[in-house]
């Protein structure tokens, strides 16, 4: 009776260690997967474009400043960083970039430009600044047409060149 006991006893120890090692796989598992929901999202505006460069993911935001129907988190942010006030503006555009690297884990700290032509040729140079996780600034895109934008991203010793299209309407 004593060895059946002790066997029981084993038994439901072993079920109890297996349940708190699959329990914490669990866990473990859905705060991995915490960046990964793509339906909800701290990024600042619209996602525009994706990309990966040399294994970076690179994911880039727009956001019109002059639309009403911006989210009002989008627009408490962008008010924050840019003490944008609700006059012309001379950029009213505000473009981000998100990277995430080989391990995907978001990049925080590096050097970002952009380059921004429109349809005749008209460039425009501006930095990114870090601000919510991602690399942002303004810029004009007022004209309809299509747009280039160029981004180079310096890394650490690691240098990054990426080049989309995009079509104001």
């Known amino acids: 009776m004593k060895e059946m006991m002790k066997k029981t006893m084993k038994l439901m120890m072993s079920v109890l260690v297996l349940s708190v090692f699959c329990a914490g796989a669990v866990f473990a598992t859905s705060s991995d997967m915490k960046g990964h929901d793509m339906e909800k999202s701290d990024k600042i505006g619209a996602l525009i474009h994706e990309s990966i460069v040399d294994g970076y993911m690179l994911s880039y935001h727009f956001m019109d400043l002059r639309d009403k129907k911006t989210d009002d988190k989008d627009k408490a942010a962008m008010d924050a960083s840019h003490n944008i006030a609700e006059k012309e503006m001379d950029k009213p555009h505000h473009l981000m970039v998100y990277i995430?690297?080989?391990?995907?884990?978001a990049v925080l700290k590096g050097k970002v430009g952009f380059m921004i032509k429109n349809a005749q040729g008209?460039?425009?140079?501006?930095?990114?600044?870090?601000?919510?996780?991602?690399?942002?600034?303004?810029?004009?895109?007022?004209?309809?047409?299509?747009?280039?934008?160029?981004?180079?991203?310096?890394?650490?010793?690691?240098?990054?060149?990426?080049?989309?299209?995009?079509?104001?309407?």
């Open 100 to 105: 995430m690297d080989k391990n995907h884990k």
């Open 122 to 169: 008209d460039a425009q140079k501006v930095m990114g600044m870090f601000m919510s996780e991602g690399f942002g600034t303004t810029a004009d895109m007022k004209k309809k047409g299509v747009y280039t934008i160029a981004t180079k991203l310096v890394l650490g010793n690691k240098k990054l060149m990426d080049k989309f299209d995009y079509e104001m309407k």
